[in-house]
Every structure is written in C-alpha cells, then in structure tokens.
C-alpha cells in the first residue's frame, strides 16, 4: 500500500473514476468551439458533462486545489486553466500556495525552468 504524501492528493483509480466527468469536459477543450461554448454558457457546459456539484463549484471559483481535490487531473485541468489565460506555472503556484513570481523562482533555484 503507498504511504499518503501530506497535502498532496494523489491521482489514482479512485480518483480517475471520481473526475471522470471533469476531466472529460477539460478534454473537450482541445477543440476551439468547445472552449468558445464553455465561456458563453459556464453552468450549462459544466451541467453537459454532469459535474458533481463539487466539481462545479471548484470550477466557478477557479479553485485548482479543489478541482483535484474533486478528481481533476492536472494535465487535463491545465486546458480550462487556458480558457481563463492560466499556464500550468499558475497552477503550480496555486498548488504550492505561493505566488507566481515566487514558484517561478524556486523552479529556477531548482534547475528546472
């Protein structure tokens, strides 16, 4: 059995079953008119793919945390965070509770920007 990391929620079976919903919808972002949709009708394209009220939630407040927390996968989510001009620097930062400018700079500090 795998050891729970401290504030991190891990994305496995579970979890995939629980976002499935959420990440389908991310997924449908690839296309243009999907995310031009998206932001015409927010509730209605959330109510389209029947997320939970949880996952809806997280979405309306753009809560990254709480999107995984609701079985978003990062990779996926990184496509709504786009629709709202986010990169996946911002969701780290939101990940870590840091500024952007502040996550940035430990990526740097650690080689890895």
Partial sequence: MSQ???????FDGAQARKGYALNKMCFSFN???????FLRDEE?????YRLTPEQREAVRSRNV????A??????YLAK?????????QDLG?????MTKDAFKAKLVEAGRA
């Fill in 4 to 10: 729970p990391i401290p504030g991190t929620t891990l």
């Fill in 93 to 97: 930062a939101q990940q870590t509770g």
């Fill in 31 to 37: 296309d243009a008119a999907n995310r031009d949709a």
């Fill in 80 to 88: 709504l965070a786009g629709i709202f001009g986010l990169d996946v």
């Fill in 65 to 68: 945390l709480a999107m995984i």
């Fill in 44 to 48: 209605g394209y959330c109510a389209r």
């Fill in 70 to 75: 609701a079985g978003g996968n990062v990779y």
